[in-house]
Nanobody, 122 residues
Framework: EVQLVESGGGSVQAGGSLRLSCAAS????????MGWFRQAPGKEREGLAG???????KYADSVKGRFTISKDYAKNTLYLQMNNLKPEDTAMYFC?????????????????WGQGTQVTVS
C-alpha cells in the first residue's frame, strides 16, 4: 500500500514562502502521477499541481507562477514550493498519488492520500 506523509506546513505572513514535502513509500509503479491539493474550511478540496512520471506538470490557475511542484527521486519525496503566499492560501494541504500517464488535478482520479499539513497565511 502506498503511504504518503506531508510536512512543512506552518504559519507565515502574506508575501512569504513555504516548502511542503511529501515522503512517499511503496510508489513503485513507474507510471504514477503525484499531486498537491488543499481544502479550506467549508470548501471543496481543490487540485493545485500535478506531476507525472516524465516530470510533466500541471497547475491550477490560482497558483500558477507562485507554486512549483517537483520530485526528488532519490529521496522518494514530492515538494511544493509556495511563494508570495496570500491569506486565501490558508488551508489544509494534501499530497496524493495515483497510477496515471499524465498529470491530473482531479480529486476523483487520485487513489492514495496523505493526512495533510496545515498552512496559515496572515
Amino acid at each position: 500500500e502506498v503511504q504518503l506523509v506531508e510536512s512543512g506546513g506552518g504559519s507565515v505572513q502574506a508575501g512569504g514562502s513555504l516548502r511542503l514535502s511529501c515522503a512517499a513509500s511503496r510508489v513503485t509503479d513507474a507510471r504514477f502521477c503525484m499531486g498537491w491539493f488543499r481544502q479550506a474550511p467549508g470548501k471543496e478540496r481543490e487540485g493545485l499541481a500535478g506531476i507525472d512520471s516524465d516530470d510533466m506538470t500541471k497547475y491550477a490557475d490560482s497558483v500558477k507562477g507562485r507554486f512549483t511542484i517537483s520530485k526528488d527521486y532519490a529521496k522518494n519525496t514530492l515538494y511544493l514550493q509556495m511563494n508570495n503566499l496570500k491569506p486565501e492560501d490558508t488551508a489544509m494541504y494534501f499530497c496524493a498519488a495515483t497510477p496515471s500517464w499524465y498529470p491530473t488535478l482531479s480529486v476523483a482520479e487520485y487513489n492514495y492520500w496523505g493526512q495533510g499539513t496545515q498552512v496559515t497565511v496572515s
